[in-house]
Each structure stands twice: as structure tokens, then as C-alpha cells.
């Protein structure tokens, strides 16, 4: 019993089928009903043996990443290579540079030859996963699309330790360095303005609109130029950059200016002085957007509703952040 | 047509019908005739282009590199992918974790997946590395093995200058820490090191091997102030690092007590203070060659195959080195 009988009998594409069977919040309930109805006649089963057989299971998985050279998504890759070898699986690495048109080209050739796909940041608009789900099951790390398994990262929470550490600290005047938008952007900067408005703090926003080192020795003069103690960046890269900067510029870490990253990879640890850094979860997340799609991939789960993992993020104290100049900490 | 079916009917194996085709001196001259006469009879052609046809083009070539975590990894991907756009594939990237046996079956994987195959300093034997090039088009970074398309870095020059430069600024003990032994690149590095050594009359003192990473650094550089040397010549840029770092904590100023030399020139030589001195791996170039190369309709096709194209390296002159002064 092929899936193409069960479409032609309920009247829809092979892709409706394979979506009810693998993604069922995203087809109305009409359809999936009568998906479901034409099914039980046919007495077709999606089950993991019929539906691999019928696919022909490549043993492979896929994860497409925003930037293959950067620390956080190579973290994460390695995490989901780790869990995806535990499993049986090999996995196909994709680097998009964030450009939306690339994304969803290598997310697409992907698809046709993995049995899931994985996609950390995606850019690409929610409309687009449909399409992408029609091919093969699909869970995504930090992005909301409605229908689609998710693990995600807030880190607002975050955020909130590391300006109250900076308060603790005395600094009264802080800057924080944007990235791109996104997600991770987003829930950062949400964690800033509460924070700056519950501490009744002098709080301004750079958006740099980039997550490189480069973009960090840039904003170095302009955090000088701001005139604030403390400054938080997007991420480790950034912040590395500006404590770069800051060198050649005579500027003290932390006796002049305190420094706070985002994401703990080993750069935090390579710096002088050490980085203090938002921990994020990127081993666990990473592994357990694996088990979330092979849930998908195995036919374990077809929830009605996406499921969502949120994973907490944790200051990790290190030497870049001291009692703002001049005046010690109370 | 498969190889596999002008094997089974010349009665070899496909990986003696592979070279045929691109190592033919190394097969008896009855077997390579028997297998000539079977493919022509068969109409096969090991053109890359003409297999992928066969084969149904997949718009898509991969790369399998010893760990994608790696710095240098990162550059050359990046540039990989890059040129893979320019010709209008999709490249796809497998990471090995430095498992020779892990490797294969990435390699393996990627293999019927792809138009194209690129090894990063592949550490799988010879027999596999043939078995593979018979069913797609490899190419490979830093390995040489005869008819296998490669691209490689002849570091050995550039870190010699980097010896010469450190004699230059008075340092006569030297010390160098060896990168995980039997890999292609250490064997250059350390070629280059004992040959300016000899030369200049010093001792070659060599320390590991050690993991390519920061961490290994970091327990190195105890053991470089124990050995008395005045300057460090590291593996790669990671380990250098991982030395600085230490070195700092130990209260060892950089380059006033000792002076480093990285190998690779990736961003983290930029990011270090003092500024990494370092040789400079031309990840970029190589990148492109390799993809370049994986496209060029020579690669593979009959007996002739291309010789491996010799990059080399330069030294990067930065803060972390300077004149020896008595400690």
C-alpha cells in the first residue's frame, strides 16, 4: 500500500500524507481526518520499517548552521554529530552565511538525502518549512515556527545575571552590543531593557548587526566613546574583539572597563583575562534536537503540537568584570 | 555501467579496475589489458563527468575534515564553500573527530550522496582512500598518494624562517612542540624545524606529540620552562595559544621571558595578546584549488592523472616574539 494510493483516495498530494503522518499540526483537521480515513481503508501504516523502506533510508542526517566557521555553531554541529553517531547516524553539515536564499537551496538539497533535518537559526520565512516538511521531518535550535519541534535558548534570564552582576559591581552606565536579528538577538536584548529599567539604569544599545570578532574591534572605540564602565556583546567573538581593541587602545580590562560575552565557547577561556560569559547550553541542545527529530524520523512521536524544549542559560564569572573604576564595590 | 560490473566481469576487484584507470603501473600488464579490453567491451569511462551523468548528478560535493571545531577546518570549509557556490553545488560537511576508522565511514556516507568528494589530512589507509576514488572523484588536502588528485601545503620553508627569525633575535634554545605524529602536516613542520636547527647549529628539541588543541597548550607550556628554552616553536596556532595562556598565569612574560611562534594564521592569532607571530597556512587558497581541482575534467579521467599542487607558507612577523634577554 503506497502513500500515492492513500493521496489519490483522500483527494491529496503525497506530501499532505506524509505531512499528517509526521508533522500533523500543520494540516487543517479536516484533511488530516480525511487523510486518516483513506489511510484506515487502505489499511496503510506509516510505520518506521514501511515508511524507510518506501523512502529508502539514507542513515544519514542533516543540519544546516548560520556560519560553519563560528565557535557557538560548531559546538552545537559537534554536539549533534556526537548523538547523531550514538544513533546509528551519519550527519551532513551545511553552512548558509546567513543568506536566506542559500539557506533553504542547501536546506532542500539536504532533505532529499537525509532521513531529517535539523536547521540552527534558520532565517528563512515559516512558510518555507512546509515545504521543507513535506520532504523529511524537520526540527529547528532557536527559531518559533509554528508546527515545527523545536529546542530553544532564551536567554534573557542570562542577560538578567549579568546586568545584576554589573550592578552589584557599581557600574551604572552600560552598553549592550547587538547582534543580528534573530532569535538569540531578540531574547537578549528583552532580558537588557528589563533589566535596565527595574535597576534604574543608564543602558544604551549598539546594533552591530554582525557576530564577528571583526565587528567587535569596531565597536571597541565606540564603547570608549559611549563613556560607559561595563559593556555586554552578542557573543564570546564580539566580546574578544572588543577586548582587542581595547588593548591597543591603552583601555583596562576590567580596571577601566568590564566586558561580558554571550555563548562560553573555549574562546572565553583563551582570552587575558578570562572572559566572564553567559553559559549557553550548546552540548545539550544540540543533542537534544537530535532525539527530538529522531523521534520524528522513527514515527515515536506525532504530536499534535510541536514540542518545545526551553534550556537556561548561567553567568559564568570570570576576570573581565571588576567594581567600576574608582569606586569599590559596596 | 559500474565499476563493480567491469570487475565481476574482468574477475578483479573494482579497486584493481580503479588502477587501472589511474595508477596503471601499478597493475600487471595482462590484468591491465584484460581490464581494458572488458571496459571498452562495456563502453565504461572513469570520466568524473561522465560518471556523475551515470550516476545522476546530486548539484552537491562534500569535504570530511578531522574536526570541525578546528579553527583551520573553519577557514578552509569556508572557502570550500565558497568556490563549491561559484560552480553551483551545494557542499556538505562531515567532521571525523581524527578517527581513521569514524573518517571512512563519513567518507562513505558522503560518497554516493555527491558529485565530488574532498579529504581533509585524511588518515585512512591507502586501500581505502583507492576504494573511494573508485566510486566518486576525490580529492585530497594535505595527503599525497599516487593517483589521487591532491592539494598540499609544503610548510617546511616558512618554518625554517621562523627558526631563522627566532636565531636572529638571539634565542640558541629552541624548543618544538610536535602535533599528533604520523600526520602529514607535523612531518613538514618538523622537516623544516631539525633542517634551520642543523643549519644554525642548534639543538633540535622536540616536546609531545601533542593533541592540536588549546588544552594541550596549556599543559605544554610547563613543560617548555622546565626545558630552560627561551622561545617555543608550536604545533599550530591553538597550541601557542594555550602556551600563552599559561605562561601568563605562571607570571612568564610573552615576548620579554619567551617568545612563540604559532603554525596556521587562523583568527585566533589576531585575537591573542600579543598578537600571535605565526606561519601562515595558505587555508584559502588550498580551499579553492582543492574545489578547482574536483572540477576539472582531468582529474580521474584515464591513466593520466595530475600531480599534487604544492602551496607553501609564509611567516607573520607579530608581537609575540622578541630578542632573548637573560633570565
Redesign the interface.
Known amino acids: 500500500m503506497s502513500i500515492r494510493e492513500v493521496a489519490a483516495r483522500a483527494g491529496v498530494s503525497p506530501a499532505t500524507v506524509s505531512r499528517v503522518f509526521t508533522q500533523a499540526a500543520t494540516v487543517s483537521a479536516a484533511t488530516r481526518q480525511r487523510v486518516e480515513a483513506a489511510a484506515k481503508e487502505l489499511a496503510y501504516e506509516p510505520n518506521p520499517v514501511a515508511r524507510s523502506l518506501a523512502r529508502g533510508r539514507?542513515?544519514?542526517l542533516?543540519i544546516v548552521v548560520p556560519d560553519?566557521?563560528n565557535?557557538f555553531a560548531?559546538?552545537i554541529?559537534?554536539a549533534v554529530?556526537r548523538e547523531a553517531?550514538a544513533a546509528g547516524y551519519?550527519?551532513?553539515?551545511?553552512?548558509s552565511?546567513r543568506r536566506q536564499d542559500?539557506e533553504y537551496?542547501?536546506a532542500r538539497?539536504?532533505a532529499a538525502?537525509v532521513d531529517g533535518l535539523l536547521m540552527m537559526s534558520p532565517r528563512i520565512a515559516d512558510e518555507r518549512f512546509e515545504q521543507l516538511t513535506a520532504v523529511t521531518p524537520v526540527a529547528v535550535i532557536n527559531r518559533v515556527v509554528e508546527g515545527i519541534p523545536a529546542v530553544l535558548i532564551p536567554t534573557a534570564d542570562g542577560m538578567r545575571q549579568a546586568v545584576d552582576h554589573l550592578y552589584a559591581l557599581g557600574h551604572r552606565h552600560v552598553v549592550y552590543l547587538a547582534g543580528l536579528q534573530s532569535y538569540s538577538n531578540t531574547t537578549r536584548l528583552d532580558g537588557f531593557r528589563a533589566a535596565c529599567t527595574r535597576l534604574d539604569l543608564r543602558c544604551e544599545e549598539i546594533d552591530l548587526d554582525d557576530s564577528r570578532?571583526s565587528a567587535g574591534v569596531r565597536a571597541g572605540d565606540l564603547v570608549i566613546a559611549s563613556g560607559a564602565t561595563a559593556v555586554i556583546a552578542y557573543n564570546d567573538e564580539i566580546a574578544?574583539?572588543v577586548?582587542?581593541r581595547l588593548?591597543h587602545r591603552g583601555v583596562r580590562v576590567p580596571a577601566d572597563v568590564s566586558v561580558i560575552g554571550f555563548d562560553d565557547t573555549?574562546?572565553a577561556?583563551?582570552?587575558?583575562p578570562l572572559l566572564t560569559s553567559v553559559r549557553l547550553p550548546a552540548t545539550t541542545a544540540g543533542a537534544a534536537a537530535v532525539r527530538m527529530l529522531l523521534d520524528r524520523v522513527d514515527g515515536r512521536e506525532a504530536p499534535a503540537a510541536a514540542e518545545r524544549l526551553y534550556l537556561p542559560t548561567e553567568l559564568v564569572i570570570r576576570s573581565t568584570t571588576a567594581p567600576r573604576p574608582g569606586r569599590p564595590a559596596a | 555501467m559500474s565499476i563493480r560490473e567491469v570487475a565481476a566481469r574482468a574477475g578483479v576487484s573494482a579497486a584493481t579496475v580503479s588502477r587501472v584507470f589511474t595508477q596503471p603501473d601499478a597493475v600487471a600488464v595482462d590484468t591491465r589489458q584484460r581490464v581494458m579490453a572488458v571496459a571498452e567491451d562495456m563502453r565504461y569511462t572513469p570520466h568524473p563527468v561522465a560518471r556523475s551523468l551515470a550516476r545522476g548528478r546530486t548539484g552537491t560535493i562534500g569535504i570530511v575534515v578531522p574536526d570541525i571545531a578546528n579553527a583551520f577546518s573553519g577557514v578552509i570549509t569556508k572557502a570550500v564553500q565558497e568556490e563549491a557556490r561559484r560552480e553551483g553545488s551545494a557542499l556538505f560537511v562531515s567532521g571525523s573527530d581524527e578517527q581513521a576508522d569514524d573518517e571512512q565511514r563519513w567518507a562513505g556516507a558522503l560518497a554516493p550522496q555527491v558529485d565530488g568528494l574532498l579529504l581533509v589530512s585524511p588518515l585512512m589507509p591507502d586501500a581505502a582512500l583507492r576504494e573511494l576514488d573508485a566510486t566518486v572523484p576525490v580529492v585530497m588536502i594535505n595527503r599525497l598518494l599516487d593517483g589521487i588528485a591532491s592539494v598540499v601545503v609544503d610548510a617546511a620553508e616558512a618554518v625554517a624562517h621562523a627558526v631563522e627569525h627566532l636565531h636572529a633575535l638571539g634565542h640558541r634554545r629552541i624548543v618544538y612542540l610536535a602535533g599528533p605524529s604520523g600526520s602529514y602536516s607535523n612531518g613538514f613542520r618538523l622537516r623544516g624545524y631539525r633542517e634551520a636547527c642543523a643549519r644554525l647549529g642548534m639543538e633540535a628539541t622536540e616536546l609531545g606529540p601533542f593533541n592540536a588543541r588549546f588544552s594541550a597548550g596549556v599543559r605544554a607550556a610547563d613543560l617548555v620552562l622546565a626545558s630552560g628554552a627561551t622561545a617555543v616553536l608550536a604545533y599550530n596556532d591553538e597550541v601557542a595559544v594555550g602556551v600563552i595562556n599559561r605562561l601568563f598565569d605562571r607570571g612568564v612574560r610573552v615576548p620579554d621571558d619567551l617568545s612563540i611562534v604559532g603554525v596556521d594564521d587562523t583568527s585566533l592569532a589576531e585575537m591573542v595578546t600579543p598578537r600571535l607571530t605565526t606561519v601562515r597556512l595558505p587555508a584559502d587558497a588550498l580551499g579553492r584549488a582543492a574545489v578547482r581541482m574536483l572540477f576539472d575534467p582531468l582529474v580521474a579521467r584515464g591513466p593520466r592523472t595530475r600531480d599534487p599542487l604544492v602551496l607553501h607558507a609564509d611567516l607573520i612577523i607579530r608581537s609575540s616574539t622578541g630578542p632573548v634577554t637573560s633570565r
Open positions: 539514507t542513515g544519514n542533516g560553519i566557521a565557535s560548531s559546538v554541529a559537534k554529530h553517531r551519519a550527519l551532513f553539515i551545511a553552512g552565511d542559500e537551496r542547501l538539497a539536504m538525502q570578532f574578544v574583539g577586548l582587542n588593548a573555549g574562546l577561556e583563551m582570552t587575558m
